[in-house]
């Protein structure tokens, strides 16, 4: 059973940038199919980015340009790189893993397997 770690969340400005982790342990990263969701107080958890096995991307509308997801197997790794941000942007931000064939970008939260504990993610204006 894989666990899921997020990091690197915090409080910023407007306008500044984080890079979230998401470390796998217990399983291998490159079998699954990655994502990175965001739930803000009393909304559900919403889709932001997606990465297959094969490292093809998908990020969602509001963050294109943005938010870059990427992933590397060797460090067991995935990370939200997380530019211009803003006050909407404020959330707490989960990682998930599916399995799933290579090339497939998994959208919907139901399709994932394992979650992380999730990291706040707090941009002030």
């Known amino acids: 059973q894989v666990q899921l770690a997020e990091s690197g969340g915090g409080s910023v400005q407007a306008g500044d940038s984080l890079r979230l982790s998401c470390a796998a342990s217990g399983g291998t990263l490159s079998d699954y199919a990655m994502g990175w969701f965001r739930q803000a107080p009393g909304e559900g958890r919403k889709f932001v980015a997606a990465i297959s096995r094969s490292g093809s991307t998908l990020p969602e509308d509001s963050v294109k340009g943005r938010f870059t997801i990427s992933r590397d197997n060797a460090k067991n790794t995935v990370y939200l790189q997380m530019n211009s941000l803003k006050p909407e942007d404020t959330a707490v931000y989960y990682c998930?893993?599916?399995?799933?064939?290579?090339?497939?970008?998994?959208?919907?939260?139901?399709?994932?397997?394992?979650w992380g504990q999730g990291t706040q993610v707090t941009v002030s204006s």
């Open positions: 998930a893993a599916a399995r799933q064939s290579d090339n497939v970008l998994v959208v919907l939260s139901g399709n994932y397997d394992y």
